[in-house]
């Protein structure tokens, strides 16, 4: 990992959304990636893994495809043999096997076609194509991996930055280590994640009901109540309801999947050998993640795009410029809060902050960063 040697800090490379050269953000993106060297332990022949989240069906704020064929090309210019790639869903929806998942990549604009490189579902048709990596874990002694990812080379996390209702903020930690886990795996972090219901603010409208795959879910007089014994602890309601009135029920088990999440980053990590960079897009930053049917009003305006080799140090560069941006003056919650922690608005029991601490525990990055403007 990057670091100045005077005081420690991780180097966190930026470019602003802001034009200062008739050069367009992808082609910036281009000269970032070149100027980090961050690339250049690709060794020929390398397969690289570009995990990313390809939307989901209704949604519309996911990365957009000429950012990901630029990263494409840039791994062929160093030899490298790029693939685009993301795990199937826990929740039942449309991206819950390969087959679905790969014709919602396919809607939303990903084809080899479109990036330059093959899509590859990294854990099979059913989400049971799976490898085991064996870690010194407070929560896991090992931890399920698609075996894409697993046999990939080099992975380059490309991440759409959004809020998200378990973890306060989805970054690049979220997007490694739940992202590349298989099915199991995913289950083994949300397990102990039952929701709870604020009946003043559910309308009853029943969308929750319709993107839960477990039938969890059921209609009462004054509002929805939950069958805890079929609960998978998946978070797809959380997600789904429009008006907030489903949240976890505890906020300890929000700060257990963080470290879960983290303690699965660690292993992939420590599997690759360090041959990871992240690559945060803060674009069209949502207050949920890309798993929802829809896409809501951005909190900030546009910011930028982030590039570091470390996952700690570019998330909290992430939350500390959206933080430091004014609210979007469209979005629903500006007139009722003007804290500048943009998350805590958004999910005010989740301590997001938490990942980042356990995650510089577990030696994973660096919360001190620099920030490098390209």
């Known amino acids: 990992m990057k670091k100045e040697s005077a005081d420690s800090k991780s180097i966190v490379y930026y470019i602003d959304i802001k034009q200062d050269s008739n050069k367009s953000l992808i082609e910036r993106l281009a000269i970032m990636i070149e100027r980090s060297r961050l690339l250049t332990t690709i060794e020929s022949k390398d397969r690289v893994a570009i995990k990313m989240h390809f939307g989901e069906r209704g949604g519309h704020a996911y990365i957009r495809t000429p950012f990901i064929g630029k990263i494409v090309q840039k791994v062929k210019e160093y030899s490298g043999i790029p693939f685009l790639t993301d795990t199937n869903t826990l929740y039942s929806h ?11 990549a396919a809607i939303n604009g990903f084809t080899s076609e479109t990036v330059g490189a093959p899509i590859i579902i990294a854990d099979g048709l059913t989400g049971r194509d799976q490898e085991v990596i064996e870690i010194k874990g407070n929560h896991f002694k090992e931890i399920f991996i698609g075996s894409a990812i697993f046999y990939a080379d080099f992975i380059i996390v490309a991440t759409h930055f959004t809020g998200h209702p378990l973890g306060g903020f989805g970054g ?13 795996g995913k289950f083994l972090q949300h397990s102990e994640l039952i929701p709870r219901v604020e009946e003043a603010l559910c309308k009853l409208c029943g969308v929750c009901i319709e993107n839960c795959g477990f039938d969890a879910i059921k209609k009462g007089k004054n509002s929805i109540y939950f069958i805890e014994e079929n609960c998978k602890g998946c978070g797809e309601c959380i997600s789904t309801c429009k008006y907030g009135a489903i949240s976890p029920k505890y906020p300890r088990e929000s700060k257990k999947l963080q470290e879960k999440m983290v303690e699965y980053l660690m292993g992939i990590r420590n599997q690759k050998n360090g041959k990871i960079i992240y690559i945060n897009f803060l674009i069209d930053i949502t207050p949920g ?77 660096n919360k001190e960063y620099e920030i490098v403007r390209i």
């Not at 629903?332 to 938490?354: A, G, M, P, R």
């Open 172 to 184: 690049a930690i979220k997007n490694l280590a739940m992202g590349s886990a298989s099915i199991k």
């Open 94 to 104: 449309k991206r819950h096997n390969a087959i679905d998942h790969l014709e919602t």
């Open 289 to 365: 993640c890309d798993c929802c049917s829809f896409s809501n009003s951005p909190i900030v305006s546009d910011l930028g795009i982030l590039l570091s080799d470390d996952p700690i140090a570019i998330d909290k560069a992430s939350v500390d410029l959206i933080n430091s941006a004014p609210f979007n003056p469209l979005w629903s919650l500006t007139n009722k809060f003007s804290s500048e922690d943009k998350f805590k608005v958004i999910y005010k029991d989740i301590d997001w902050n938490w990942q980042l601490d356990y995650g510089q525990q577990m030696g994973i990055g």
